[in-house]
């Protein structure tokens, strides 16, 4: 099932969110924050197909600020080129509810035709090419429940279900491919924005559940995945104190290294997203 079906609604399209779009953080009454980033990022793409130039750039970083919760409703978008230049372009996205803004985004595309450079610079361990390699292989099994999705614990492998999982130990998540919006195809650029806002499960996932709620995510790329096969996320990395934490993590697919993914996030321990109350 998608997250949304797109319907007109006096002479204008409004996405219509399903069930599936239900997020985890307060029952039945919430948009989650992977449909936001998804919707926002098919908005963000539309403003640019019409270039005559759009096969010469690549979205390289991807920024969506969650202030403002998505009721169960239906939603609007916008989009506006803010820059059109001959190597970088910047886009604005906007998802609006009853006429106010709940999400905004920022693409930033940059021009993959750039003077060829011949100089070395240090990159660190070659392994953070391919995050996948810190991991058992990502097994060809069924996710459990509704979650197009698998998970992983160190401490207890890959499962079908999230439920497991309740340990301080590193995560990680693979998302299968799955609609967007009833009837369209997603492209790689969509499903990678809506599976951005997963890093906060693979990254603030502890022994009692998902503590932190995600306000943001910075996405940066510097490949897109394929039209199909899943994306996984694996937590790098978190720094917290004073009831906020930063987490960041890498998003991969099995030939390698896509991007990165930073969040700032704040506790919410009052309301923390069990999985196995949440049916991941």
Do not use: C
């Not at 604005?92 to 009853?98: E, G, N, P, S, V």
């Not at 995560?171 to 997603?186: F, N, R, S, Y």
């Not at 960041?248 to 506790?267: E, I, M």
């Amino acid at each position: 099932m998608a997250f949304f079906r797109s319907e007109i609604q006096n002479g204008a399209e409004v996405l219509v969110p399903e069930p599936r779009a239900r997020s985890g953080w307060s029952g039945p009454g919430q948009i989650r924050g992977t449909a936001v980033s998804g919707a926002l990022g098919r908005a963000a793409e539309r403003a640019v197909s019409e270039w005559d130039d759009v096969a010469r750039f690549r979205p390289v970083r991807w920024t969506v600020d969650l202030f403002r919760p998505a009721a169960m409703a239906p939603v609007s978008t916008s989009a506006t080129v803010v820059r059109q230049g001959r190597r970088l372009r910047l886009v604005d996205a906007h998802l609006l509810q009853d006429g106010k803004v709940v999400a905004r985004a920022s693409a930033l595309l940059l021009a993959t035709d750039g003077a060829p450079v011949a100089g070395e610079v240090w990159s660190g361990d070659p392994a953070r090419d391919d995050p996948a390699a810190a991991l058992p292989p990502v097994p060809d099994i069924e996710p459990e429940t509704k979650e197009q999705a698998l998970y992983f614990s160190e401490e207890l492998g890959w499962t079908g279900g999230a439920a497991p999982h309740r340990n301080a130990t590193r995560k990680a998540v693979w998302h299968l491919p799955e609609a967007l919006v009833d009837g369209e195809t997603p492209t790689p650029f969509q499903r990678i924005a809506t599976v951005a806002d997963s890093s906060n499960l693979a990254g603030s996932w502890g022994s009692h559940g998902v503590e932190f709620i995600n306000a943001d995510l910075t996405l940066t790329v510097t490949r897109l995945p394929p039209d199909d096969g899943g994306i996984g996320i694996i937590a790098e990395g978190r720094n917290q104190g004073d009831g906020i934490a930063v987490a960041h993590t890498s998003l991969f697919d099995r030939t390698g290294l896509l991007g990165t993914v930073v969040l700032s996030t704040l506790a919410n321990g009052a309301a923390a997203v069990d999985p196995r109350a949440a049916g991941l």
